[in-house]
């Protein structure tokens, strides 16, 4: 079974940069969807990035321009470069890994790691 482990969380003032990672315990696969999802308090779960096996990416539209995730399948670790940081960015962060290879399709979750900003 995976396990994600992320780190790199903190409080920043806004306009700041924070790099967050998310290490597997295991290889990352080719047919690993990577992603990072984030939770503010009274806000449902949402999407900030995924980066699919292949190396596509997508964004959700209130982060493009600012956040970039990436991904070393050698390190079996993902990023999420996150700069130009607004305090509408506070939550907490959590790093997915869907693994396509089966099916049903299997899903990973992380602990999460919280980001704060400040204004």
């Known amino acids: 079974q995976v396990q994600l482990v992320e780190s790199g969380g903190g409080l920043v003032q806004a306009g700041g940069s924070l790099r967050l990672s998310c290490a597997a315990s295991?290889?990352?696969?080719?047919?690993?969807?990577m992603g990072w999802y984030r939770q503010a308090p009274g806000k449902r779960r949402e999407l900030v990035a995924i980066?699919?096996?292949?190396?596509?990416?997508n964004y959700a539209d209130s982060v493009k321009g600012r956040f970039t995730i990436s991904r070393d399948n050698a390190k079996n670790t993902v990023y999420l470069q996150m700069n130009t940081l607004k305090p509408e960015d506070t939550a907490v962060y959590y790093c997915?890994?869907?693994?396509?290879?089966?099916?049903?399709?299997?899903?990973?979750w992380g602990q999460g790691t919280q980001v704060t900003v400040s204004s």
């Open positions: 997915n890994a869907v693994n396509w290879g089966i099916a049903p399709p299997r899903d990973y």
């Open positions: 295991g290889r990352i696969f080719s047919t690993t969807t």
């Open positions: 980066i699919r096996s292949g190396g596509s990416t």
